[in-house]
């Protein structure tokens, strides 16, 4: 007994499959850049401190704090303490500061809060990114 089987569009599927990786990485990249753009601006928006110079908020919302592989399937956003904000990570953490440590900042998590706040907005756009990666590639 013999079976003999014939897909009928298997090149088409097969070559859809195989474009799939890259489609994937080129709009997961994309996805990933948003999801963080939106979370630093929902950070500065509700970041619970109040700015006098705007030098936080500027660099909150700095695209350098973004760091997507170029898989697109992981990346970072990493708050920094730089020379025209040094207080960054306190503000953030929380912590001792001032002259001998004489103050104490309650840790504000701005970051955090935030995406925890876009938590379902970062899931709609991966989502969609990953049906657009999928019509994409052809499937």
């Not at 990933?32 to 109040?50: M, R």
Request: aromatic share 4%.
């Amino acid at each position: 007994m013999r079976l003999r089987v014939n897909i009928s569009g298997q090149k088409k599927i097969l070559a859809a499959m195989l474009k799939m990786p890259q489609e994937t990485s080129k709009v997961m990249r994309v996805a990933l850049k948003q999801s963080f753009t939106d979370i630093q601006t929902e950070a500065v928006k509700n970041s619970g401190y109040t700015p006098r110079s705007g030098n936080l908020d500027r660099l909150v919302s700095s695209p350098t704090l973004v760091r997507v592989l170029p898989s697109g399937m992981r990346g970072q956003l990493t708050l920094v303490k730089t020379t025209q904000v040094p207080y960054s990570i306190i503000q953030h953490e929380g912590g001792r500061a001032g002259r001998n440590g004489s103050v104490y900042i309650k840790p504000k998590k701005f970051i955090s809060r935030a995406a925890k706040a876009k938590e379902q907005a970062v899931l709609d756009i991966i989502s969609n990114a990953m049906e657009k990666a999928i019509k994409s590639a052809g499937l």
